[in-house]
């Protein structure tokens, strides 16, 4: 079962860091100023971060793999609080990226290279993230992890429904992930 449950992990890294390469590109590759910004793929991109990443994969990952670890060996006690402090600085970073994308609507000053930084800053932080859970995370709980672990975070990321909140995040993230791509320029999207 481990290896099931990681590349559930590992697809979700990848959509993940698709949606970031997308922001990347939309920020570095504007044709100056006389272009105006795309405000509807970079709505869904935030929204994508903030619905899928930061709400529901982020606190799955924390509920589940972390505490399994945790309970399986202290090997891994300082690299899973590192990766616990990086979830709470992501979800700052996409709170500022959000408010410099309203400025940035909103036509202020310096608006464009604010909301460009913080775009780059971002990506680049949870690129780094996501490659030392996969480097660095994956292979101690490949190591320490039991059958009975892995059967239960294979169910929390298998779930699709919320039924607390009737919320279904994996198809509502599916549908977001896919305006992005129909939003992107072409060499992104399906144009």
Same mark, same amino acid.
């Given at each position: 079962?481990?290896? &099931?449950?990681?590349?559930? %992990?590992?697809? +979700? /890294?990848? !959509? ?6 997308? $922001? @990347? ?52 006690? &300082?690299?899973?609080?590192? %990766?616990?402090? +990086? /979830?709470? !600085? ?6 500022? $990226? @959000? ?93």
């Amino acid at each position: 079962m481990p290896g &099931a449950t990681l590349k559930i %992990l590992r697809d +979700e /890294h990848l !959509a993940i860091a698709t949606v970031l390469y997308t $922001l @990347r590109y939309l920020v570095q590759h504007e044709d100056g100023e006389d272009q105006a910004p795309r405000f509807p793929v970079l709505h869904a991109i935030v929204d994508y971060i903030v619905s899928y990443p930061d709400r529901w994969h982020h606190p799955k990952e924390e509920t589940q793999l972390f505490r399994c670890l945790r309970l399986r060996t202290q090997e891994a006690d &300082a690299l899973i609080a590192d %990766l616990e402090l +990086e /979830h709470c !600085a992501g979800y700052n970073m996409i709170e500022d $990226l @959000r408010d410099k994308l309203q400025a940035l609507e909103r036509g202020e000053a310096g608006a464009r290279e604010k909301f460009r930084d913080a775009a780059l800053r971002y990506a680049q932080f949870e690129w780094s993230h996501l490659r030392r859970e996969e480097d660095l995370l994956f292979p101690l709980a490949e190591e320490y992890l039991q059958a009975e672990d892995w059967a239960s975070i294979h169910k929390a990321f298998r779930e699709n429904d919320n039924p607390l909140f009737g919320l279904k995040p994996r198809d509502h993230a599916e549908q977001l992930y896919q305006r992005i791509l129909e939003l992107a320029p072409a060499p992104i999207g399906r144009r």
